[in-house]
């Protein structure tokens, strides 16, 4: 079975953003690409796996993390568009925001890796069909912002509320999300859950069959090995394809930086759960990027 493993490189200004606090980290090396994106290319090394790095366009600029994202390249990863600032309710930006957000993330990239994307994910899965129809106007391959759950936006929403202790609300997806194919699939620009014919594929974040429960490495914190193993077990025996997400942040010992995030355990904790997932994906699917992944199958999983 083919899969793709894929890392949100969220800068911890973003977490910190949340929180209405400034972050200024020493020689403006972000821990997120100093830590988190060393880490994790040191762990595909490891399994000699080539993965997904979703990069934030602001963090693309800076000197300090160009080396990075060359390096990303250079082992043969794919680097996607995270648009340019990760704003919050991506989905509701006006036109001209939104189309903006999209097309300077990825020429930030594209200045720093020497390569255009053309995958894309929305900051917190907050999409619809118009940000899907504005991707199709810019001849984006595939978009890799659907969550098929029918609880990971309350999910979110409490979480994020809890985190930054305000009743917020968030639109980081739907309800019906939760009956969209476990597949890739090309969806309907009418309605984003569901197949149609249009010119861009959907590769939906993996999630438990049947039950649709968050698989990825967030839940894997909060609820354990046991869990994970459970719904990993259910996704493997279902013949569904893979698209395992996992943040940067997972690999960086925050408490360095005076950060706390509600249900997010210890670094080595982290770390240990992070490389169990590993073994078992690894075990498991054929990993590639996920640009890869859509050319190989064609949508046909």
């Given at each position: ?107 930030k990239i594209k200045e720093a890796g020497g390569i255009y994307p ?184």
């Amino acid at each position: 079975m083919f899969g793709t493993v894929q890392v949100d490189v969220d800068g911890l200004w973003t977490y910190y953003r949340y929180l209405g606090r400034e972050f200024s980290p020493p020689d403006e090396l972000d821990p997120v690409y100093g830590e988190g994106v060393f880490n994790f290319l040191e762990l595909f090394k490891k399994h000699s796996i080539k993965a997904t790095f979703f990069i934030v366009g602001r963090d693309a600029v800076k000197a300090v993390h160009k080396n990075l994202i060359q390096r990303i390249v250079g082992e043969g990863h794919e680097i996607a568009n995270h648009t340019l600032h990760h704003r919050e309710n991506f989905c509701q930006l006006p036109d001209k925001e939104l189309s903006e957000e999209i097309d300077l993330g990825a020429e930030k990239i594209k200045e720093a890796g020497g390569i255009y994307p053309v995958g894309f994910r929305a900051p917190i899965f907050s999409v619809n069909e118009r940000v899907l129809k504005v991707l199709i106007s810019k001849e984006y391959l595939y978009d890799a912002s659907l969550l098929p759950s029918f609880f990971a936006s309350f999910a979110l929403q409490l979480g994020h509320s809890l985190w930054r202790r305000q009743n917020l609300k968030l639109k980081t997806g739907r309800f019906s999300f939760g009956l969209a194919p476990l597949a890739i699939y090309r969806p309907d620009s009418r309605c984003l859950w569901k197949s149609g014919s249009e010119d861009i594929w959907e590769v939906p974040v993996s999630v438990m069959p049947y039950l649709r429960l968050p698989l990825h490495s967030s839940y894997a914190f909060l609820f354990g090995k046991r869990i994970f193993d459970l719904g990993f077990n259910m996704l493997r025996k279902s013949n569904a394809p893979l698209s395992y997400l996992f943040h940067g942040l997972d690999l960086v010992d925050f408490k360095k930086y005076n950060l706390h995030i509600p249900f997010f355990r210890n670094f080595s904790y982290r770390n240990e759960i992070c490389r169990h997932i590993m073994n078992r994906l690894k075990s498991a699917y054929e990993l590639m990027p996920t640009k890869e992944l859509v050319e190989r199958s064609g949508g046909q999983m």
